[in-house]
């Protein structure tokens, strides 16, 4: 596992643009720019994780991307390091172009300034809206299943009578079923386990394939991957 900490992990303003480490965490980005007078990020205020795999697989709320607003990133590989645009990083719903051995060091965000007292209420609503439709207080990794083109995954999900199911230690959440919640002693196996029945029901009800938003280290292979592969079923 590779943890981008130091100078990797600073989250530094450079006029209206945010510039930040590959392992900086993309709330604090977001503290900061409001800090700061910088408006443009805060769809990224509920995304847990790190600026890098934020851009890595172009997160995003709010119907806005990471790639709304990246100026540049910094992605280095084995054989050294290079600075690109967004549009050389082929970015899609939830995705990106990186292959396995690219990681993103670094990356700057293009803002606009406001008042951070406005910028500090939008965020506040945001946080509003995300209490009362996602759970809080519980383990989870965010959303599980990126959304069919049309659709929703947590509709369907729900619609197939997963809210609230639980195999081992994993809960689809009662709140949205999106999401899986992890009780004290859940294994990876639980979720996979649970994810896999999710996407059994759904195509079971004429539904499409869902895919899957989480990655998952493999301990064997020492690859990143998408779990599940194009299974239906475990």
Same mark, same amino acid.
């Given at each position: 596992?590779?943890?981008?900490?130091?100078?990797?992990?600073?989250?530094?303003?450079?006029?209206?643009?945010?510039?930040?480490?590959?392992?900086?965490?993309?709330?604090?980005?977001?503290?900061?720019?409001?800090?700061?007078?910088?408006?443009?990020?805060?769809?990224?205020?509920?995304?847990?994780?790190?600026?890098?795999?934020?851009?890595?697989?172009?997160?995003?709320?709010?119907?806005?991307?990471?790639?709304?607003?990246?100026?540049?990133?910094?992605?280095?590989?084995?054989?050294?390091?290079?600075?690109?645009?967004?549009?050389?990083?082929?970015?899609?719903?939830?995705?990106?172009?990186?292959?396995?051995?690219?990681?993103?060091?670094?990356?700057?965000?293009?803002?606009?300034?406001?008042?951070?007292?406005?910028?500090?209420?939008?965020?506040?609503?945001?946080?509003?809206?995300?209490?009362?439709?996602?759970?809080?207080?519980?383990?989870?990794?965010?959303?599980?299943?990126?959304?069919?083109?049309?659709?929703?995954?947590?509709?369907?999900?729900?619609?197939?009578?997963?809210?609230?199911?639980?195999?081992?230690?994993? =809960?689809?959440?009662? %709140?949205? &079923?999106?999401?899986?919640?992890?009780? !004290?002693?859940? /294994?990876?196996? @639980?979720?996979? $386990?649970?994810?896999?029945?999710? =996407?059994?029901?759904? %195509?079971? &009800?004429?539904?499409?394939?869902?895919? !899957?938003?989480? /990655?998952?280290? @493999?301990?064997? $292979?020492?690859?990143?991957?998408?779990?599940?592969?194009?299974?239906?079923?475990?």
């Amino acid at each position: 596992m590779l943890r981008l900490t130091g100078r990797l992990g600073s989250i530094v303003v450079r006029d209206t643009q945010l510039w930040c480490g590959g392992g900086a965490s993309l709330p604090r980005a977001v503290q900061r720019a409001a800090k700061h007078g910088l408006a443009g990020l805060e769809f990224g205020a509920s995304i847990p994780g790190s600026v890098g795999g934020a851009v890595a697989m172009n997160a995003g709320a709010y119907q806005t991307e990471l790639k709304d607003v990246l100026r540049w990133a910094v992605i280095c590989t084995s054989d050294g390091r290079r600075r690109v645009g967004p549009e050389d990083l082929g970015f899609g719903y939830r995705r990106s172009g990186l292959r396995r051995n690219e990681v993103v060091a670094a990356a700057a965000f293009d803002l606009r300034r406001d008042h951070p007292e406005a910028i500090l209420g939008r965020l506040g609503e945001l946080r509003g809206q995300r209490r009362a439709t996602q759970p809080q207080g519980v383990r989870t990794f965010g959303s599980v299943f990126a959304n069919p083109t049309g659709d929703s995954s947590g509709r369907l999900l729900e619609s197939v009578g997963c809210k609230g199911l639980v195999i081992g230690g994993a =809960r689809f959440s009662p %709140v949205h &079923a999106n999401f899986i919640e992890a009780s !004290p002693g859940c /294994r990876a196996a @639980d979720v996979l $386990a649970l994810m896999c029945e999710g =996407r059994r029901r759904v %195509v079971e &009800a004429g539904g499409p394939i869902l895919e !899957p938003e989480v /990655r998952y280290l @493999d301990p064997v $292979a020492g690859i990143v991957r998408p779990p599940l592969g194009e299974a239906v079923g475990p």
